[in-house]
């Protein structure tokens, strides 16, 4: 627990650089898997001034990123493609081959095999290292959504209400709001070597609660992370303040 979401997110860039260095000291590759929204920012903001300030160099770096909408066009300001781009490949020194986010633009009937050939890639790359999430109020992780197996791989998924209520301002009104979104699934991300997820801010704490205390259940997919490994949860003050 950090005092604020600036110091947690510190810590959390400071991790994977240390990751991406240990492995070029190697000359090995590393792969990461992403998150969108609100709470990584700080995180890519600090990956950032490492690039540029320190000559952090990202060429032996490969990510796949958790989710996008479905459907969506890259060009779009609600894009996953168009966010990653913006807040971070654009700035550092990493290969466009090298990252991959799901593809909005495909046909219903072709999603099913995107969503096994993503699967295969993370696999082919190694599987994923280090995977970081963030928490949405409904506690899905990804879009794994209330309902979501642990056992759950990539694929189209129904976005819950809350969800989109959540997402909505940023659209101007939930009718904008996609209902649906591909996904990797809790099986893809319980898979990850290691997982980070952070949560900042009062709106989250009583899903971290449920997260981190309550029993593991499919209603609240976070859950299924108390089962994971290698988990640390990164939270400011504020999103730790219904922990007992
Ligand atoms: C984003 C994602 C979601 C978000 C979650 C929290 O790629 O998979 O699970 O991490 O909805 O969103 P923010 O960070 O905007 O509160």
């Known amino acids: ?138 506690g899905h992780i990804g879009f794994n959504e209330p309902g979501s197996g642990i056992r759950s791989t990539t694929r189209m998924v129904t976005l819950d209400g809350l969800t989109r209520r959540d997402a909505a301002p940023g659209f101007g009104g939930i009718s904008h709001v996609p209902r649906r979104a591909i996904t990797m699934g809790v099986g893809t991300i319980m898979q990850a070597k290691k997982i980070i997820l952070m949560a900042w801010g009062n709106g989250k704490a009583p899903i971290i609660r449920e997260a981190v205390e309550g029993p593991i259940t499919e209603s609240v997919p976070t859950t299924f992370l108390q089962e994971h490994h290698n988990c640390d949860i990164i939270l400011d003050k504020p999103a730790a303040e219904k922990l007992s």
């Not at 000359?27 to 320190?54: C, F, M, N, W």
């Not at 046909?107 to 050939?117: A, G, H, I, Q, T």
Request: a negative charge; hydrophobic letters at 35%.
């Open 1 to 138: 627990i950090y005092e604020d979401a600036n110091t947690g997110s510190k810590w959390i860039a400071q991790e994977i650089i240390s990751l991406i260095k240990s492995r070029q000291e190697k000359g090995q590759k590393v792969v990461l898997g992403l998150a969108t929204g609100s709470s990584p920012l700080k995180v890519y903001e600090e990956l950032i001034r490492a690039h540029k300030e320190d000559g952090l160099s990202f060429s032996n770096v490969l990510t796949f990123n958790l989710d996008e909408y479905y459907p969506m066009q890259p060009e779009s300001v609600h894009s996953y493609v168009r966010f990653m781009k913006e807040n971070l490949f654009d700035h550092i020194d990493i290969l466009p081959e090298n990252t991959h986010v799901p593809d909005g633009t495909l046909k219903m009937e072709e999603v099913p095999e995107f969503c096994r050939n993503y699967e295969l890639k993370i696999r082919e790359a190694g599987g994923i290292d280090l995977q970081i999430l963030g928490i949405g109020r409904t």
